[in-house]
């Protein structure tokens, strides 16, 4: 089991920036990748930022690329989002989200893994 609580999150003008926050705790050591995902109204959620254990890889949308950094304190277990150059268009509700290795998986793994509350971000223009 995996528990995520996020914090940051706001309304911000274009242009401007935040930075996500998203506190891991429970069984942290079995976390293959972790990622951040939005979902503006009337749209499915979307990959927007994820990071892998291993070697600290990481990939972004097209969307996003140049302009948000994920990041991770694994001595924190605490993993980030700093968005700059926020657009109208990011406006959304930010979910992140944490999967387990095969190996640590159980019966009761979600097969999506774990997820966050969710925090919104809004940009005015």
């Known amino acids: 089991q995996v528990q995520l609580v996020q914090s940051g999150g706001g309304l911000v003008q274009a242009g401007g920036s935040l930075r996500l926050s998203c506190a891991a705790s429970?069984?942290?050591?079995?976390?293959?990748?972790m990622g951040w995902y939005r979902q503006a109204p009337g749209k499915q959620r979307e990959l927007v930022a994820r990071?892998?254990?291993?070697?600290?890889?990481?990939d972004y949308a097209d969307s996003v690329k140049g302009r948000f950094t994920i990041s991770r304190d694994n001595a924190k277990n605490t993993l980030f989002l700093q968005m700059n150059s926020l657009k109208p268009e990011d406006t959304a509700v930010y979910y992140c989200?944490?999967?387990?290795?095969?190996?640590?998986?159980?019966?009761?793994?979600?097969?999506?893994?774990?997820w966050g509350q969710g925090t919104q971000v809004t940009v005015s223009s």
């Open positions: 429970g069984n942290t050591g079995g976390i293959s990748f």
């Open positions: 989200n944490a999967n387990l290795y095969s190996f640590a998986r159980t019966m009761a793994t979600p097969p999506d893994g774990y």
């Open positions: 990071i892998y254990s291993a070697r600290g890889t990481t």
